[in-house]
C-alpha cells in the first residue's frame, strides 16, 4: 500500500531532551515535507525537501532540524525540545510541487512538559 | 501566494450532493487549484486538483469558472464519512497554505 509513514504516533517528552520523529514513504517520492498543526494557527510548514541532501527551511523552522539522506526517510530532529513545540506533526510527500497531491502521514502528537 | 475565501461551514444531507465553493480572485494563470479534506484530527488527504478544465476522480468533481477566480468541489453523494474540514488551496511555491477551509457536516 502507497503510504507515508510516521513514527512514533504519539509521545510525551521532557524539556531538552532530544527526539526524532521518523517519516518514511514508499512512492519514490522526491518531495518530503514536515508541518506542525496547532489550534488557531492551523498547519504550518516547518522544512522541506526537493530531493536527496536537498532541505530548506519553511515557515517555522526554528528549533528543527531535518535530513534527507535516503529517498524515503525525512527524520525530524529536536535537539532541545520546548514546551512551545507541543503539537500535532505531519509528514508529506509528493512526486512534486506543482500538479500533483501530496500524501500525509498519520500524524505525531508531541507533548513537551 | 493567492489567497482563497471558503465559507466556514456547510450542511449537507446524507446522499445528496455537496457544493464547497472556494473564491481565488488573485489566481495567476499558471496556479493550479488544489482541494484536501481533513477528517478530525487525521492526516489531511489529497481530494482533486486543477488548472483550468473540469477535473473527475473517484472522490469528487472539481468545476473551475472560465475566468479561474473560483471553483466548487462536489461530492456527488455525500455520506457520514464525509464530515471533514476541506481546503482549497492556490499556491506557487513549496508550502501548502492550509487556511481556515470550509466544516462540512453530512448528517443523515
Known amino acids: 500500500e502507497a503510504q507515508v509513514t510516521q513514527n512514533p504516533r504519539y509521545l510525551i517528552t521532557v524539556t531538552g531532551k532530544k527526539l526524532t520523529v521518523t517519516c518514511s514513504q514508499n512512492?519514490?517520492?522526491?518531495?518530503m515535507s514536515w508541518y506542525r498543526q496547532d489550534p488557531g494557527l492551523g498547519l504550518r510548514q516547518i522544512y522541506y525537501?526537493?530531493?536527496?541532501?536537498?532541505?530548506d527551511k519553511g515557515d517555522v523552522p526554528e528549533g528543527y532540524k531535518v535530513s534527507r539522506k535516503e529517498k524515503r526517510n525525512f527524520p525530524l530532529i529536536l535537539e532541545s525540545p520546548s514546551p512551545n513545540q507541543t503539537s500535532l506533526y505531519f509528514c508529506?510527500?509528493?512526486?512534486?510541487?506543482?500538479?500533483?497531491?501530496?500524501?500525509f502521514g498519520s500524524g505525531t502528537r508531541l507533548t513537551v512538559v | 501566494d493567492a489567497k482563497t475565501t471558503q465559507p466556514p461551514s456547510m450542511d449537507c444531507a446524507e446522499g445528496r450532493a455537496a457544493n464547497l465553493p472556494c473564491n481565488h480572485s488573485?489566481?495567476?494563470?499558471?496556479?493550479?487549484v488544489y482541494w484536501y479534506r481533513q477528517i478530525h484530527s487525521q492526516g489531511p488527504q489529497y481530494i482533486i486538483h486543477?488548472?483550468?478544465n473540469n477535473e473527475t476522480n473517484e472522490m469528487a468533481s472539481l468545476i473551475i469558472t472560465e475566468d479561474r477566480k473560483s471553483s466548487t468541489l462536489i461530492l456527488p453523494h455525500a455520506t457520514l464519512r464525509d464530515t471533514a474540514v476541506y481546503y482549497c488551496?492556490?499556491?506557487?511555491?513549496?508550502?501548502?497554505?492550509f487556511g481556515k477551509g470550509t466544516s462540512l457536516l453530512v448528517t443523515p
Open positions: 508529506a510527500s509528493s512526486f512534486g510541487t506543482v500538479g500533483y497531491g501530496y500524501t
Open positions: 512512492m519514490n517520492h522526491e518531495y
Open positions: 525537501s526537493m530531493n536527496v541532501e536537498v532541505t
Open positions: 488573485t489566481i495567476s494563470g499558471n496556479e493550479y
Open positions: 486543477g488548472l483550468k
Open positions: 488551496i492556490v499556491r506557487p511555491g513549496y508550502a501548502l497554505n
